[in-house]
Each structure stands twice: as C-alpha cells, then as structure tokens.
C-alpha cells in the first residue's frame, strides 16, 4: 500500500484510524485498512488506466523510497514527486509526487488517495445499512451533523492534485436554467499534468497513460 491509516489528519481525520487498545478503536483501524486497500486501488487504476499494472510491480513498501530494488527514477518521480524539471516548452516546474510530506515531517503523510479514501469512507459512515433500509447513525448526548462539507471539500482537493480546475466556463444545465460556471484554475503541476509533460518530452516515459476524466464537485452535489 502506498498510504496507511496515519495519512488520515487535519481536513480528513478520521478519529481512532490509528490501532488502539479497545475493540472498537481496533474495529475502526480495520474498517479504514479495509477501505484503503479497495479505493485506494481504485483511485489509482483510475488515474493511470493500465499504466497502472507496470507501477505496481514496482511499488514496495517495505523500502523507504517506497519502490522495489533497481526501480527506475522515473517511478520515484512519480510516487516521490521531483522538485525541479523542464517541461517540452521550457518551463521549470515541480511536481509533489503521488504521496508527499508536508511542513516539517520527515515521513510521507499526505496523498490524493488519502482524500480519495476518506470520501467514500465518511459518505458510507453516514448512511448506515440496516434491516429496515439505509439509516444515519446517532450519538448519544451528540448531534449527527451532515458530512457533505468535509468529504466535498476532500473531494476538490483529491481533484486539485490530480486533474486540476479547468480555467474556461463551463455550461450548467439545470432545471432552473443555463448558466456558467468558472473554475479559478490552478498553477499547480496535478498528476496528469506532470505524466503529459514526461511523454511530451519521450512518448516511452509512461506508456500506456488512459486517466479518466473526473467531475468535481460542490457540498450542493452539483
């Protein structure tokens, strides 16, 4: 796995995904494990298309680069990101990598997969199945709170990194009427960006590159 449970803090904590000494802590560490391992596998297949099968064959998490023996610097680039590279048209750019440090930490402790996780797994949190139907948890002496902010806002992030805002307006289409829609756009290098600019520059980098083209998303749903 190229993210564990300690991936889950600030915008997307998750209280307990850490191992504790109770049952129920321990149930809620294995819940996020077993979320971890069906999206974040997902998350990235979707991204890469069948790029993804060769990446994985390289990835060992065991190793502190995160990848097998002899892998090639391409694959560090990225899982680890690269803090400096030239695109086709001459730009000095930088791209954080698939999972990445943020501030003063010395380990790897955010990712888009982490959000991507987070989302799918607080939206099924709230929405419960039971025997009478899909039901909403409730706390004792606790208000049960919509998590529609938080996972959207996990969402348009999990976003930003990896396909980013388009610039142009986009055509809305609702029920009320048509109207625009403007992004802000982003400066930032996403994921498919930096694999664009790697193949602009030799077509052989990443062979086999078929990302699908996400939809982002607002907490009204639309």
Same mark, same amino acid.
């Given at each position: 796995?190229?993210?564990?449970?300690?991936?889950?803090?600030?915008?997307?904590?998750?209280?307990?995904?850490?191992?504790?000494?109770?049952?129920?802590?321990?149930?809620?560490?294995?819940?996020?494990?077993?979320?971890?391992?069906?999206?974040?596998?997902?998350?990235?297949?979707?991204?890469?298309?069948?790029?993804?099968?060769?990446?994985?064959?390289?990835?060992?998490?065991?190793?502190?680069?995160?990848?097998?023996?002899?892998?090639?610097?391409?694959?560090?680039?990225?899982?680890?990101?690269?803090?400096?590279?030239?695109?086709?048209?001459?730009?000095?750019?930088?791209?954080?990598?698939?999972?990445?440090?943020?501030?003063?930490?010395? !380990?790897? @402790?955010?990712?888009?997969?982490?959000? %991507? &996780?987070? $989302?799918?797994?607080?939206?099924?949190?709230? =929405?419960?199945?039971?025997?009478?139907?899909?039901?909403?948890?409730?706390?004792?002496?606790?208000?049960?709170?919509?998590?529609?902010?938080?996972?959207?806002?996990?969402?348009?992030?999990?976003?930003?990194?990896?396909?980013?805002?388009?610039?142009?307006?986009?055509?809305?289409?609702?029920?009320?009427?048509?109207?625009?829609?403007?992004?802000?756009?982003?400066?930032?290098?996403?994921?498919?960006?930096?694999?664009? !600019?790697? @193949?602009?520059?030799?077509?052989?980098? %990443? &062979?086999? $590159?078929?990302?699908?083209?996400?939809?982002? =998303?607002?907490?009204?749903?639309?």
């Amino acid at each position: 796995m190229i993210i564990d449970n300690t991936y889950f803090k600030g915008d997307i904590y998750i209280p307990h995904a850490k191992p504790g000494i109770t049952s129920n802590v321990t149930e809620v560490d294995g819940e996020v494990k077993d979320f971890i391992y069906e999206y974040a596998e997902e998350c990235l297949f979707d991204c890469l298309g069948t790029l993804f099968i060769e990446f994985k064959t390289k990835l060992n998490s065991s190793k502190e680069n995160g990848l097998i023996e002899n892998a090639e610097e391409k694959w560090d680039h990225l899982l680890n990101g690269v803090s400096s590279y030239v695109d086709a048209r001459g730009n000095t750019k930088s791209f954080k990598g698939i999972r990445f440090k943020s501030g003063s930490s010395s !380990d790897y @402790n955010k990712s888009f997969l982490a959000n %991507y &996780v987070y $989302f799918f797994y607080e939206s099924n949190q709230f =929405i419960q199945t039971s025997g009478v139907g899909d039901i909403k948890p409730k706390s004792k002496n606790a208000e049960v709170v919509s998590p529609s902010f938080k996972v959207t806002k996990a969402w348009r992030k999990f976003f930003e990194l990896v396909q980013g805002e388009s610039l142009g307006p986009k055509i809305i289409n609702r029920d009320c009427g048509i109207g625009l829609d403007f992004y802000k756009g982003s400066n930032k290098t996403t994921l498919y960006q930096f694999i664009k !600019d790697m @193949n602009e520059l030799n077509e052989e980098t %990443y &062979v086999d $590159f078929k990302p699908k083209n996400w939809t982002n =998303i607002n907490q009204f749903g639309i």
